[in-house]
C-alpha cells in the first residue's frame, strides 16, 4: 500500500540545509498498524505528513496503492488525499464555530456526498462512536477525549484506506487516551490500515510493529507480540 524507498527531504532556509530524512526505506501492508516512534526533531511528523500527501520530498520513490506519488498532479494529489486518507491530530484541529455534526460533515461536503446523505453518515458514525446525544454541541463544550472521539469520527466519516495519526493520545489523560486508542485498534481490525506517531510505548503497544527513526533515519524496526486469549 506505502511505499518509501530511499526517501529523502531536506529544508532550506537563509542558507542553511536540514535534512528531515534521509534514504528512509519503508513499506506498509494494507491492514497493518504501524507505529512510528522516536526523539522530538527526529523526522516523525516529517515522515507522517510526507505519506499524508501534506509535504513533499527531494529525491527517492513514494508509490501510494500504486501510484508512483511523483507523477501525481497536485490535484490527482489533492483528491487521493480526499478520498483514502484521514487524519487524527493531537491539537483535535476542530472547527470550534461548527458543531459537532457539522465538523464531521466536512469531509463528506468536500467529497460531493448529497445533503441527505451526509446527515445519514453523521447520525451512524456518532452513534457508533457513543457521541449522538453531543451532535449539537460544540468543540468548547466537550472534554478532550470527546473532542478526541469527533476528530476520530471526521478522520473516518469517508472511509479512508489509512488513517494517519500524530501523537492523537498527548492531550489527553490516560483514560481517555486507552479509549481513542481502543477505538483505533478496532478500525485496525475492521480493515483501516492505521499509521500513527507516537512518543507512547503504552500506544504503540496496540500497533503490530514499531518502527524508530533517530536523525531522519530508520535505525529499526520491530513486530509488536500480543497476546492470545
Do not use: W
Not at 88 to 108: A, G, K, Y
Amino acid at each position: 500500500m506505502i511505499k518509501l524507498h530511499n526517501l529523502t527531504k531536506i529544508y532550506q532556509s537563509q542558507g542553511v540545509e536540514t535534512r528531515a530524512l534521509s534514504e528512509v526505506d519503508l513499506f506498509i501492508e494494507q491492514g497493518e498498524f504501524v507505529s512510528i516512534m522516536g526523539p522530538s526533531g527526529c523526522g516523525k511528523t516529517t515522515l507522517l505528513n510526507i505519506i499524508g500527501l501534506l509535504d513533499s520530498y527531494n529525491e527517492g520513490l513514494f508509490v501510494f496503492n500504486a501510484d508512483n506519488v511523483s507523477d501525481l498532479k497536485e490535484k490527482e494529489k489533492l483528491q487521493l488525499r480526499k478520498e483514502k486518507i484521514g487524519f487524527v491530530f493531537q491539537s483535535f484541529n476542530l472547527i470550534d464555530d461548527l458543531t459537532v455534526s457539522e465538523n464531521m460533515e466536512l469531509p463528506l461536503h468536500y467529497l460531493g456526498y448529497p445533503a441527505k446523505e451526509r446527515r445519514q453518515r453523521v447520525l451512524e458514525v456518532l452513534d457508533s462512536l457513543g457521541m449522538g446525544h453531543r451532535r449539537d454541541f460544540f468543540p468548547y463544550q466537550l472534554s478532550g477525549g470527546q473532542q478526541q472521539k469527533v476528530a476520530v469520527g471526521r478522520a473516518i466519516i469517508a472511509k479512508p484506506g489509512i488513517i494517519l495519526a500524530d501523537e492523537p493520545t498527548g492531550n489527553l489523560d490516560s483514560t481517555q487516551g486507552n479509549e481513542i486508542m481502543e477505538m483505533l485498534s478496532r478500525l485496525n481490525d475492521e480493515g483501516t490500515t492505521i499509521v500513527m506517531v507516537t512518543h507512547s510505548s503504552h500506544d504503540a503497544s496496540y500497533s503490530q510493529r514499531i518502527i524508530r527513526i533517530m536523525d531522519g533515519q530508520v535505525v529499526s524496526e520491530k513486530k509488536v507480540l500480543h497476546a492470545q486469549f
